[in-house]
């Protein structure tokens, strides 16, 4: 059998002695296949000086073979490539190495500034993409020195951060970013503290000192990147937030945190999107829980959104306030965002103005639902609003409005949800369908050849399921109350029904328990926004309950609103609760 070696085309790879530890061309083996185009993307860091002048070059190395290091030469998409918070994209074609298990990526060293802190490197060929997350230096005076590092695809990551046994006791490396909100005077002076509670163990409060992005800290509307050595916590659970008030400017509002590890390929989101305020203890200290979705830290997993705002023709329809927008898809919900800076307009929100704003965050999936609100500063907070239009690369979405958000007028509301048109027409057939009239067919008993009779009975109730969830708290019994619920949709709101039975338990809200009563109700309350519980007293000294959470069940969804507190009955009073999450698909029946 006669086997033909490939000869070596010199206009593939190209040669350059200035490059470290070069070897010249090689030819091609029986197991390399013809060359192929490698789409290479290099995403530079956000932080402060991170892009470089030095000569970056990759090697790829594959499940046959590897090729030899290429010079990342010219970028397709910047004239000056490697610039801090900068994706640069390079097409080269060279051998194919089959499935691409690593590549290494470094440096000469060369240039006035050879420092670069590099994201990730992402790879594409023949249909199939790998994300290779790095975010470390590449630098011989900052971190460990290295100027050539080699990177595994995030699959094989997501893989090894399964088997935790593999980091136990490991020390892991933490990027840790901290956005300060973008309203006025939400900067602070003063000292901020975090400590970490993980699966496994939790750290001590750690000084955020030296911020990588900025040498102010926690300035209006900035994020400030902080890097951190600690043993490995698992899957993150909380982190306690500390404010040390000092300075001139104490106050601060955190708009949000997130936590990446690229050893681990793990990125965690934490929002707050509110004042630090003094507790009960008389110290600034919050909890901060992730959000319910395990991120990784590649872009891939992003999607950019572009918001349009359309405020109404009316007069004085125009707001000074701050307004706040949350999206809901079938995937998950994000977080807050301050609509803060329009593409278009100096002054936004003027009437009958379009305003647009760019966000990326996680793929959300179909977009179903957006919340928007406003915190009723400024001289001129009311404002009516037409609608929003939400659109990604491949879908746009319209949020029909038409209403005004204001204390003094209509209904006095600042804050709503609002569904989007065509996910409510599907909605509104769905509840038709699970609705619909009962057919009960009756025989006449005397004449067996009559036709049977066809009676439609026409349900006229809606039935909501609700689902208390009671703590584990030792100090604290069940209670024997007496308790009513009251529900708040966007079509209406419910009367107080009275929690009497309960279909899951002999007795109800003891401890450790769930809950489930049945509510019968005369109309459609639309979308779940909120609920109210009104407990009260009796004879009984069993007046404390830990709540953890109420569920609201319509249908095929599910509303949840968490509380997670003690409860006191000393003084009953109503409580509220503030939506968490829209719904969830395939809910739960009783």
């Known amino acids: 059998m006669c086997v033909k070696q490939f000869e070596y085309d010199k206009k593939i790879i190209s040669y350059d002695p200035d490059l470290p530890d070069f070897e010249r061309p090689r030819k091609k083996t029986f197991y390399e296949d013809d060359d192929t185009l490698y789409k290479i993307t290099a995403i530079t860091s956000e932080l402060k000086d991170a892009g470089t002048e030095a000569d970056v070059y990759i090697k790829i190395v594959g499940k046959h073979t590897e090729t030899e290091k290429i010079p990342l030469e010219k970028s397709t998409t910047n004239r000056i490539k490697f610039k801090s918070d900068q994706s640069d994209v390079f097409k080269v074609t060279d051998i194919d190495v089959g499935k691409i298990k690593k590549v290494i990526i470094?440096?000469?060293?060369?240039?006035?500034?050879?420092?670069?802190?590099?994201?990730?490197?992402?790879?594409?060929?023949?249909?199939?993409?790998?994300?290779?997350?790095?975010?470390?230096?590449?630098?011989?005076?900052?971190?460990?020195?290295?100027?050539?590092?080699?990177?595994?695809?995030?699959?094989?990551?997501?893989?090894?951060?399964?088997?935790?046994?593999?980091?136990?006791?490991?020390?892991?490396?933490?990027?840790?970013?901290?956005?300060?909100?973008?309203?006025?005077?939400?900067?602070?002076?003063?000292?901020?503290?975090?400590?970490?509670?993980?699966?496994?163990?939790?750290?001590?409060?750690?000084?955020?000192?030296?911020?990588?992005?900025?040498?102010?800290?926690?300035?209006?509307?900035?994020?400030?990147?902080?890097?951190?050595?600690?043993?490995?916590?698992?899957?993150?659970?909380?982190?306690?937030?500390?404010?040390?008030?000092?300075?001139?400017?104490?106050?601060?509002?955190?708009?949000?945190?997130?936590v990446e590890s690229s050893d681990l390929g793990r990125k965690w989101i934490f929002p707050f999107n509110n004042w630090l305020e003094k507790n009960e203890n008389g110290s600034y200290l919050i909890e901060l829980f992730p959000l319910n979705n395990k991120d990784t830290v590649s872009s891939s997993n992003t999607k950019e959104y572009k918001i349009e705002v359309y405020t109404g023709d009316l007069p004085k329809c125009g707001t000074d306030s701050n307004v706040f927008i949350t999206l809901f898809g079938e995937e998950q919900e994000s977080s807050e965002f301050h609509l803060n800076k329009s593409e278009n307009h100096f002054n936004k929100f003027e009437r009958d103005n379009i305003d647009r704003f760019i966000f990326e965050t996680n793929d959300l999936g179909r977009l179903i639902g957006i919340r928007v609100r406003h915190d009723n500063s400024g001289f001129y907070p009311s404002w009516f609003l037409n609608q929003v239009t939400i659109s990604d690369k491949s879908d746009k979405y319209e949020f029909i409005c038409n209403k005004w958000f204001s204390t003094k007028r209509d209904d006095c509301k600042i804050d709503r949800i609002i569904k989007e048109k065509n996910y409510e027409k599907n909605l509104q057939t769905l509840q038709k369908d699970q609705r619909k009239k009962k057919r009960i067919i009756k025989k006449p008993k005397d004449d067996k050849n009559k036709k049977e009779k066809t009676i439609e009975l026409c349900n006229d109730f809606k039935y909501y399921y609700v689902k208390i969830f009671t703590g584990r708290n030792q100090n604290l019994a069940g209670t024997d109350l007496k308790a009513e619920i009251k529900i708040f949709g966007d079509n209406l709101v419910s009367k107080a029904f009275k929690l009497n039975e309960t279909k899951s338990h002999e007795l109800k809200f003891e401890r450790n328990q769930i809950d489930v009563f049945e509510i019968k109700s005369e109309d459609d309350l639309g979308v779940i926004y909120a609920v109210e519980l009104n407990l009260m007293d009796c004879l009984s000294k069993a007046n404390d309950l830990d709540l953890e959470k109420i569920e609201i069940i319509d249908n095929n969804f599910t509303y949840k609103f968490d509380y997670n507190q003690a409860i006191s009955i000393k003084n009953p009073e109503k409580v509220k609760y503030v939506k968490k999450i829209l719904l969830e698909n395939n809910a739960q029946f009783f």
């Open 106 to 258: 470094g440096h000469n060293n060369r240039g006035k500034n050879p420092s670069w802190h590099l994201k990730e490197i992402i790879i594409e060929k023949n249909n199939e993409k790998y994300v290779f997350p790095c975010g470390k230096w590449l630098d011989k005076k900052l971190g460990d020195g290295l100027i050539e590092r080699e990177l595994i695809p995030l699959e094989n990551i997501i893989e090894r951060s399964d088997k935790v046994h593999n980091f136990i006791g490991m020390t892991v490396n933490y990027s840790i970013s901290v956005k300060t909100s973008d309203i006025l005077g939400a900067g602070t002076d003063s000292d901020i503290f975090l400590k970490i509670y993980g699966q496994y163990r939790k750290s001590d409060f750690i000084e955020l000192k030296k911020s990588l992005t900025h040498k102010n800290k926690f300035e209006q509307g900035n994020t400030d990147v902080f890097e951190i050595k600690e043993e490995f916590f698992g899957e993150l659970v909380k982190i306690k937030v500390k404010q040390n008030v000092k300075g001139l400017n104490p106050d601060w509002h955190l708009n949000e945190l997130i």
